[in-house]
């Protein structure tokens, strides 16, 4: 397989998986799926979670940096 390849089917699972399990609660327990953000909000510090969120979009620009321009 392709680094390229490779690349492609971890972005495929990184979004399928949260996806995956916000429906899944919400089929089972009636939970709406913005629940999930108030879970993150009351377990996880928000700078914590900016932070996260910034990383990832960094790691993202650079990796179609990298590959793409």
């Given at each position: 397989?392709?680094?390229?390849?490779?690349?492609?089917?971890?972005?495929?699972?990184?979004?399928?998986?949260?996806?995956?399990?916000?429906?899944?609660r919400w089929k089972e327990h009636g939970e709406?799926?913005?629940?999930?953000?108030?879970?993150?909000?009351?377990?996880?510090?928000?700078?914590?979670?900016?932070?996260?969120?910034?990383?990832?979009?960094?790691?993202?620009?650079?990796?179609?940096?990298?590959?793409?321009?």
């Open positions: 397989m392709s680094d390229l390849a490779a690349l492609a089917v971890v972005k495929v699972y990184a979004f399928l998986f949260p996806v995956y399990y916000i429906w899944h709406s799926p913005l629940a999930v953000v108030d879970w993150i909000d009351d377990h996880i510090p928000r700078p914590v979670t900016y932070g996260s969120l910034a990383t990832f979009g960094v790691a993202m620009v650079a990796v179609w940096w990298v590959h793409y321009a």
